[in-house]
């Protein structure tokens, strides 16, 4: 397998933390409209609305007049649909909210290819510091 070396310079790991910074910035900021974020739904027959805040309690239930006409049992299964549907529908604007922007994703093959890459890159780097050391303490000072 040939492994190509990649240089990594002092821009390299400024604009790497300048990175990171901007995302957790990001996601700091995320955390704080997570918990504006309520969720609404509706039962499949559209006689009952429920409302539920950032954490999935219900906040509110509405129904339509025609609801009187439903029997227990009918009535208890449109507030769970309801309900249901408004914790689906705070979980998914939870996660467009949180998600990472596409171009961002890298697969576990690629950050392991390129932590490799930098575990060679450093290696190869230590072993030239370090016989450079050798040689400069191998030289006799006067001839320096």
Partial sequence: ??????????????????DNERELTRLAAA???????????ESRSGLTTAVVDADGRLQSVVFSPRVLRLDVRTLAEEVVQAVRQAQEDQGRQAQELLAVPQSQIIGLEEIQRQFAEFQDM??????????????????????V
Avoid: H, S
């Fill in 31 to 41: 955390a704080a409209e997570l918990q504006l974020i309520t969720g609404k739904g």
């Fill in 1 to 18: 397998m040939a492994w190509r070396v990649m240089d990594y310079t002092d821009d390299d790991v400024d604009k790497l933390l300048r």
């Fill in 122 to 143: 450093f290696g190869a780097e230590t072993a030239e510091r370090n016989d450079r050391l050798r040689r400069l303490g191998e030289q006799d000072p006067r001839d």
